[in-house]
């Protein structure tokens, strides 16, 4: 009954800003209160490498290529998840997932598509 939904995403220029969501369905509950949090991203003939998580504390981490130009962040009451996109280059362009872990089960949603023109 979980769903995750991406959404937000499309073409932006270089050096402005963009904020992706991840929405979770009602039948989710607070699952992303209690649960630490992913942002992925993949683009063509990469890996889907980790961009940004969020942990059950409100803890947050980037990796290298986004730190100081993306955050992470949550709404408890809106049941969603967001990245936002500052500063953004031309190697940002992917498909952005969101991820959660509950339990023994992994959550995605199915990726919303980021543009990044120079």
């Known amino acids: 009954q979980v769903q995750l939904v991406e959404s937000g995403g499309g073409l932006v220029q270089a050096g402005g800003s963009l904020r992706v969501s991840c929405a979770a369905s009602a039948a989710s509950g607070s699952i992303f209160k209690d649960n630490a949090v992913g942002w992925y991203r993949q683009a063509p003939g990469k890996q889907r490498e980790l961009v940004a998580t969020?942990?059950?504390?409100?803890?947050?981490k980037f990796a290298d290529s986004v730190k100081g130009r993306f955050t992470i962040s949550r709404d408890n009451a809106k049941n969603t998840v967001y990245l936002q996109m500052n500063s953004p280059k031309p190697e940002d362009t992917a498909v952005y997932y969101c991820k959660v872990v509950a339990g023994l089960y992994a959550y995605w949603g199915q990726g919303t598509q980021v543009t990044v023109s120079s």
């Open positions: 969020i942990t059950s504390g409100g803890s947050t």
